[in-house]
């Protein structure tokens, strides 16, 4: 299967625990976003990478987020401190480009739960 | 970004066409319309997308207004694996192509599909 890949697909954790998820994009694709999803909403994004580089951040990404991607292939998203706000499904996906209007591909996400 | 208006819910009969409306009175002129679904327990999956043109693929139709202010999203025969939430997007072109942003998407509600068989 050469998709999206996203470890774990599920994380039961403790209020005030930290977290990490992992995203293995499609190889050739350059362009990485996360979105977090909760229950009865579409996605919502939170951050972007070009190779690398972190280029865009939601105002939801609050300082307890934090992502990399360090060589442009995988990438991680880190959660410090789990508020039960934070349970969701956080989703990856990625892209090829330019130009900039390819489809995005999705992972199945990770599904957070904070007890 | 501009904001689209899709129903909350519709419903189809197996093997009958589904035609799914979305209202986007404030597209600018750059932007992309996007179509894509959510099954069940999975992640979003992509459609089909057009600009201005009608756009068919091995899985839709798409058919945008003349003024571009509407478009439907056109499932010939529907089937049960078509069950699912479809979002319209509106996408702005993306940075490194002259456009004005990175190329999030950004999802409303969307509409649940059902199908009867």
């Known amino acids: 299967d050469t998709g999206v890949s996203q470890n774990p697909r599920h994380k039961i954790t403790k209020r005030g625990q930290n977290v990490t998820f992992r995203c293995d994009p499609i190889s050739e694709h350059n362009r990485l976003y996360w979105y977090r999803q909760t229950l009865g909403q579409g996605p919502e994004f939170l951050t972007y990478f070009q190779n690398e580089a972190q280029l865009e951040k939601s105002r939801l990404l609050s300082d307890r987020f934090s992502a990399e991607r360090p060589k442009g292939s995988f990438s991680t998203l880190e959660i410090q401190r789990t508020e039960q706000g934070d349970s969701a499904m956080y989703l990856c996906a990625s892209s090829i480009g330019p130009p900039g209007n390819q489809p995005q591909h999705f992972g199945d996400g990770t599904r957070l739960s904070i007890l | 970004d501009a904001k689209t208006t899709q129903p909350n819910s519709m419903e189809s009969n197996e093997e009958e066409p589904v035609h799914l409306p979305c209202n986007h009175s404030?597209?600018?002129?750059?932007?992309?319309i996007h179509w894509y679904r959510q099954l069940p327990s999975q992640g979003p999956e992509y459609v089909i997308h057009g600009l201005t043109s009608n756009v068919n693929n091995r899985m839709a139709s798409l058919a945008i207004a003349e003024d571009r202010k509407s478009s439907t999203l056109i499932l010939h025969r529907a089937t049960l694996r078509d069950a699912a939430v479809y979002y319209c997007i509106l996408r702005a072109p993306a940075k490194d192509a002259g456009g004005t942003s990175y190329g999030k998407l950004t999802f409303g509600q969307g509409t649940i599909l059902t199908v009867h068989p």
């Open positions: 404030t597209i600018s002129g750059t932007d992309y």
